[in-house]
């Protein structure tokens, strides 16, 4: 079966500091990789995918960036945090973008201070 | 461009109350629907999905129905339980949007025991 796994879970930085989120897929091959982020109390936002190793599309323009250095790992970072990159950050994949299911991961609950 | 309206949240209802929670959708094309459920800290896993008109997605004694003519997918359930208080999101993927879903705000259900 498949599986997700996105860490670390929670995360405290201060303003400026850099960020990396991980995001494994394990038990499938060439899946469509996702990073959303969910501020608090609204809904999703999609930041970038991957169809691909190296292939990444952003959707929005910020301080963040995606890569994907291998076929199921695709990382988020960022050089200097903002007050405003706060919020919960989800991994997704799925096997391709014609059924429309989404597997996300537990999540990663990132404040910026 | 496609859009998803989800009623605003917080619902909330009794134990064994009935649940609807609205859904309507703007697409040119012919979008499968999904309804995504997120339980608290968690992230956010399919809770069923139509892909044709007329098309009725089950799970969990939830139910939601492709309503063309009305552009609708609402998600009902007869009797709610405790254990069904989440944030609920609606969600369109459409081939002109290639595929990458289109996301409804997100509904918060609360059930009181």
């Known amino acids: 079966s498949q599986t997700i796994h996105q860490w670390p879970a929670t995360l405290v930085q201060p303003v400026g500091s850099p960020l990396s989120l991980e995001c494994t897929v394990e038990?499938?091959?060439?899946?469509?990789l996702y990073w959303y982020r969910q501020a608090a109390g609204r809904g999703l936002q999609l930041l970038f995918y991957?169809?691909?190793?190296?292939?990444i599309s952003s959707e929005v323009p910020q301080n963040l960036s995606a890569s994907r250095p291998q076929d199921r790992q695709f990382i988020l970072s960022s050089k200097k945090l903002l007050l405003s990159d706060s919020g919960f950050y989800l991994c997704?994949?799925?096997?391709?973008?014609?059924?429309?299911?989404?597997?996300f991961g537990e999540g990663s609950r990132l404040t910026v201070l | 461009g496609d859009s998803v309206t989800q009623m605003e949240g917080p619902v909330t209802l009794s134990e064994e109350a009935f649940l609807t929670i609205n859904c309507t959708y703007t697409?040119?094309?012919?979008?499968?629907l999904f309804w995504y459920v997120q339980y608290p800290g968690e992230g956010l896993q399919l809770l069923l999905k139509?892909?044709?008109a007329d098309d009725k997605g089950s799970n969990k004694g939830f139910e939601a129905t492709y309503r063309k003519e009305t552009t609708s997918f609402h998600l009902e359930k007869g009797s709610v339980q405790v254990s069904d208080s989440a944030v609920y999101f609606c969600?369109?993927?459409?081939?002109?949007?290639?595929?990458?879903?289109?996301w409804g705000a997100g509904t918060k259900l609360i059930i009181k025991p």
């Open positions: 969600a369109l993927g459409a081939m002109d949007s290639n595929y990458q879903l289109i």
């Open positions: 697409a040119t094309g012919y979008p499968s």
């Open positions: 139509a892909t044709k």
């Open positions: 991957s169809v691909g190793i190296g292939q």
């Open positions: 997704a994949w799925s096997r391709d973008s014609l059924t429309g299911e989404l597997f």
């Open positions: 038990g499938t091959s060439n899946p469509n």
